[in-house]
């Protein structure tokens, strides 16, 4: 298997371990060095003219690390994703999605992706899935104020395809930051995607629910996807036994 240059990224940020990207000034450099060793008469530049930039010039750096992102308020870490730049997705997005609702919520809801109108609006959940989770919420006497609702992905994948592991691995910073100024009491992953992101695993979400897990040092529980549900409802009381396990993580 070749590993392009983009999986090689993934990885590195995925392990935690900075990826340094060529600036354009450095890829300027690099090419005049190239084309000097070449023909250097036609060139004003010799070799050895080759300068490098200061370490600490970060511009034209795309690809966000934990380092680069940790220790960044709210109005940081929204325009840092809102700008971000570090995979596909970013040249197909209306807008990034970033979240919305309590920022000291007990309750952390995560999702798959924005889909088209989470796009259009700059929303999570805002579609016809959106509503059956409102009344979800409704139901356990909360109101989409008292919770925080992401998802795993800020920006929409095209045609709503199904998120690719670089894509999840690129953006898990903005998640795992936010996690960390909400400090929630329970997160709840809605369905297989978020589940799988999460807990990085590829069991089934059948076996996943019902039960408390662990996410990082807060707990975790899956359900089904209000999508799903909307396909089919026979599962909603499932769901509902799943938030009121998430209920009791809340209230202890
Ligand atoms: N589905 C998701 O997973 N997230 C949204 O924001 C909307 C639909």
Redesign the pocket.
Known sequence: MTMTEQNRNAYLTAMGLPVWQPRARDVQIQTQYRDAKKSPEKLNIQPDDVVKEPENDTTDIKINTEKQISGLDWPELSSTAASCTACDLSTTRTQT?FGTGNKNADWLFI?????AE?DKQGL??V?R??LLLSAMLFALGLERDDIYIS?VLKCRPPNNRDPRPEEVSQCEVFLRAQINLIKPKVIIA??RH?AHSLLKTDKTLSSLRGQTHDFHGTPLVVTY?P?YLLRTPADKNKSWQDLCLANKLVQQ
């Open positions: 999605v999702g798959e992706a924005p889909g989470e999570p959940f579609g899935a959106g998802n809605l369905g978020a996807h999508a």
